[in-house]
Nanobody, 114 residues
């Protein structure tokens, strides 16, 4: 069973940047970054086809976030620029199609605050 470890979160001011990392024991062919904000459901914010590099983004982060991967290292990244308070959430990585029945890691907390 594939397991992931997320890292790179922290506290940043609005307009700042962070880069999150996701290291896996393996990678699914379609991977995604998810986030769960306080009082909200988990949502998919970015996805990538690990083999082709094709990417997709939620409207809320499009133009600000960049998803990438290093297949040789079984590592995926999320570069977050122009962060807003609404981006505050715990960020997770998993298969693009992951549901509650899948194995989820601890995530990494991103807090955007003045």
């Amino acid at each position: 069973q594939v397991q992931f470890v997320e890292s790179g979160g922290g506290t940043v001011q609005p307009g700042g940047s962070l880069r999150l990392s996701c290291v896996g024991s393996g990678m699914f062919y379609a991977m995604g970054w998810f986030r769960q904000a306080p009082g909200k459901q988990r949502e998919l914010v970015a996805s990538i086809n690990v083999r082709s590099g094709s990417t997709s983004y939620a409207d809320s982060v499009k133009g600000r976030f960049t998803i990438s991967r290093d297949n040789a290292k079984n590592t995926m990244y999320l570069l977050m620029d122009s962060l807003e308070s609404e981006d505050t959430a715990v960020y997770y990585c998993n298969a693009q199609w992951a549901t509650i029945s899948h194995n989820w890691g601890q995530g990494t907390l991103v807090t955007v605050s003045s």
